[in-house]
């Protein structure tokens, strides 16, 4: 079993689908947590509710991760209510179609800046505590589109490629100050993020083509984190973490 208990953990984009199950199942192993959100109190606020229903510690703060000041707010209010921090997990990220003709530098700048800058700057907000403390666990949510691209997303899937170029030179960066750095690669996975694209049935005719036979579930993907968080975990650093049925072998 996973023991998380007494740790601190931030995770961005908590309020819903993966982020929320992170932090849903990180409070049920013992973590405090943090849930981050942008825009939606409710769902952040829904999150907390239930881990304190559940005799856990959590506390909801808004940040938008593009914004370097209100990052360091969220740590600032981290430390001030638990003087530590064991675990980022930076999980908010955007995917949006867009054909690469079509493709305006708004929407371009937008997905690179939540999902890459946004990244760097809660870890570049959190590691000067983590080296304090000669310990702490960063784990980056990349995706399927990291590895094999994503046509019509090719944004996306960039964004995605520089998370685990990130996670691999952080890793080594870090390690002589006791933190390791990992990512999650999720495939598809059942969130407000794909619903669009599984309306009408299309999920079953994809999962078809995974070998495994089924769409994810935000907790498979919950579990690897949480590995991945946890002291079981204490020699691995590095590694970029497949969640996906199996699909990068299928195409
Ligand atoms: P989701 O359901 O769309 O939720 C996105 C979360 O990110 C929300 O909590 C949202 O907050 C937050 N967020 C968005 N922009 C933000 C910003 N600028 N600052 C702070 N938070 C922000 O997404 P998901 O499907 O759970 O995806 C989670 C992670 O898994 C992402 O990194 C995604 O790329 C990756 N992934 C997902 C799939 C999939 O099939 N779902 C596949 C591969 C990889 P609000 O609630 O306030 O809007």
């Not at 299309?202 to 946890?230: H, M, N, Q, W, Y």
Request: with cysteine; hydrophobic share 40%; aromatic share 4%.
């Amino acid at each position: 079993m996973i023991d998380l208990k007494n740790k601190v953990m931030i995770v961005t984009g908590g309020s819903r689908g993966i982020g929320a199950s992170i932090c849903l199942s990180a409070a049920a192993q013992g973590a405090k947590v943090l849930v981050n959100y942008v825009s939606n109190s409710e769902s952040a606020s829904s999150v907390v509710e239930d881990i304190e229903k559940n005799g856990g510690d959590a506390i909801a703060v808004k940040a938008d991760v593009t914004d370097m000041s209100s990052v360091q707010e969220m740590v600032t209010l981290a430390l001030e209510s638990w003087s530590k921090i064991d675990i980022l997990v930076n999980n908010a990220a955007i995917w949006n179609e867009s054909p690469i003709e079509m493709m305006s530098d708004a929407v371009a700048d937008e997905t690179m800046s939540i999902n890459f800058n946004g990244s760097l700057n809660c870890i570049r907000a959190v590691v000067p505590t983590m080296i304090k403390q000669g310990s702490g666990s960063i784990i980056n949510i990349s995706s399927t589109a990291a590895q094999r691209g994503e046509a019509f997303h090719s944004h996306y899937a960039a964004s995605k490629g520089a998370i685990n170029s990130l996670t691999k030179s952080l890793a080594s960066e870090l390690g002589p100050k006791g933190i390791r750095v990992n990512s999650v690669c999720p495939g598809w996975t059942y969130t407000d993020m794909t619903a669009e694209v599984f309306r009408g049935g299309s999920d079953l005719v994809i999962a078809e083509t995974i070998p495994l036979r089924r769409i994810g579930k935000p907790e498979d993907c919950a579990a690897a984190v949480l590995f991945l968080a946890s002291d079981d975990a204490s020699y691995i650093t590095g590694i970029s973490l497949n969640v996906n049925g199996g699909s990068v072998l299928t195409g």
